[in-house]
């Protein structure tokens, strides 16, 4: 059975009312949890892209990407769990794992199915809940991973009907 039904949180996926990339975020995370994320999408096999500014290089360990000096360009992991659905995990710091989706990927009952997925795998694997944000509304979670329900639920209500 599907987490969420399309119909009921389609909404919180028009780019024009929450933006094309909402931030989805683990708060309370540590570089053990980024590693977490890292082993688990080496496990899976999800085809990934790791990059420093102009540079391609292997995937690092969390730890070496954590600790790269302030004036350092910020890595970022291009994740796809499908063909056609992209994460963009940033490292902007090591205690809240960070990454953005396009909304506009993620249409219709069958994209949102590998989205919870993709959710539930990385909240399943750290023990802590995934959030999404609204582009630019950090703190006002609209849907998440809950750790006790063990499934993406909605965690706002939509503004429109």
């Known amino acids: 059975?599907?987490?969420?039904?399309?119909?009921?949180?389609?909404?919180?996926?028009?780019?024009?009312l929450v933006g094309s990339l909402p931030d989805v975020r683990v708060p309370?995370?540590?570089?053990?949890?980024?590693?977490?994320v890292l082993d688990l999408v080496a496990e899976r096999g999800w085809q990934c892209e790791y990059s420093e500014g102009e540079m391609v290089p292997s995937v690092?360990?969390?730890?070496v990407v954590l600790s790269r000096g302030a004036d350092a360009e910020?890595?970022?992991?291009?994740?796809?769990?499908?063909?056609?659905?992209?994460?963009?995990?940033?490292?902007?710091?090591d205690d809240e794992?960070?990454?953005d989706v396009d909304?506009?990927?993620?249409?219709?009952?069958?994209?949102?199915d590998v989205f919870c997925g993709f959710l539930r795998e990385i909240g399943r694997r750290l023990g802590k809940p995934v959030l999404m944000d609204p582009?630019?509304?950090?703190?006002h979670p609209m849907?998440?991973?809950?750790?006790?329900?063990?499934?993406?639920?909605l965690l706002a209500e939509p503004l429109v009907s």
């Open 1 to 16: 059975m599907a987490d969420l039904l399309w119909d009921d949180v389609e909404f919180f996926f028009d780019p024009d």
């Open 28 to 36: 309370g995370a540590s570089v053990e949890d980024w590693q977490a």
């Open 60 to 63: 690092p360990r969390a730890g």
């Open 74 to 93: 910020c890595p970022n992991l291009r994740v796809w769990p499908t063909a056609d659905v992209l994460a963009t995990f940033r490292f902007y710091a």
């Open 97 to 99: 794992v960070d990454f």
């Open 103 to 112: 909304v506009r990927e993620l249409q219709g009952q069958e994209r949102l």
């Open 135 to 139: 582009e630019g509304g950090y703190g």
């Open 143 to 153: 849907l998440g991973f809950d750790v006790e329900a063990d499934r993406v639920v």
